[in-house]
Antibody, heavy 118, light 110 residues
Framework: EVQLVESGGGLVQPGSSLKLSCVASGFTFSNYGMNWIRQAPKKGLEWIALIYYDSSNKYYADSVKGRFTISRDNSKNTLYLEMNSLRSEDTAMYYC???????????WGQGVMVTVSS | DIVLTQSPALAVSLGQRATISCKTNQNVDYYGNSYMHWYQQKPGQQPKLLIYLASNLASGIPARFSGRGSGTDFTLTIDPVEADDTATYYCQQSRNLPNTFGAGTKLELK
């Protein structure tokens, strides 16, 4: 059974940093591109970052470029999102999801909440 | 960025057909595939993949769900609608980065 389990969220002040993790199981993590997607409270879905299976390429939404860094450790089956210079508008549920064979978001974690507030 | 437009809400009676549309401002076809996907999100849950490449049913999804379309016009159909289908449905394109989503269509029962 495929499982993606996010952790590392919480309440932080504007301007601070946070690092999210997503531990994968039930599939060969090192074969798949991985994504972070977020959802602000009562809002829609926003894709924010992609990392290729071998970390050779990384892509970001303009809203997080230069502040967030996606990375992975295939030996630990773990995806990361390092978030710096956090703003109130970064408040959201953050999901990790793997790409399927056609860049569909195949499986999603349960999400981790990040709240940026003073 | 490719913009996806969905109608915000739809109310359907149990046992009837629900049709949810998604229109894009750019063609999402590439080498014979339409890079359009559909997700279901119930309150308090993560999204779940329903349909990939416009018309392919994801694993474990009942055949009541179907998708069609190409180019810039796509539809998700649920027939017949069951009570458990109450949810928000999102379309998503992966033709270009950034991948983008529609704003979601909330399906309610009459």
């Amino acid at each position: 059974e495929v499982q993606l389990v996010e952790s590392g969220g919480g309440l932080v002040q504007p301007g601070s940093s946070l690092k999210l993790s997503c531990v994968a199981s039930g599939f060969t993590f090192s074969n798949y591109g991985m994504n972070w997607i977020r959802q602000a409270p009562k809002k829609g879905l926003e894709w924010i970052a992609l990392i290729y299976y071998d970390s050779s390429n990384k892509y970001y939404a303009d809203s997080v470029k230069g502040r967030f860094t996606i990375s992975r450790d295939n030996s630990k089956n773990t995806l990361y999102l390092e978030m710096n210079s956090l703003r109130s508008e970064d408040t959201a549920m953050y999901y990790c999801a793997n790409y399927g064979g056609y860049s569909e978001l195949d499986y999603w974690g349960q999400g981790v909440m990040v709240t940026v507030s003073s | 960025d490719i913009v996806l437009t969905q109608s915000p809400a739809l109310a359907v009676s149990l046992g009837q057909r629900a049709t949810i549309s998604c229109k894009t401002n750019q063609n999402v076809d590439y080498y014979g595939n339409s890079y359009m996907h559909w997700y279901q999100q119930k309150p308090g849950q993560q999204p779940k993949l329903l349909i990939y490449l416009a018309s392919n049913l994801a694993s474990g999804i009942p055949a009541r769900f179907s998708g069609r379309g190409s180019g810039t016009d796509f539809t998700l159909t649920i027939d017949p609608v069951e009570a458990d289908d109450t949810a928000t449905y999102y379309c998503q394109q992966s033709r270009n980065l950034p991948n983008t989503f529609g704003a979601g269509t909330k399906l309610e029962l009459k």
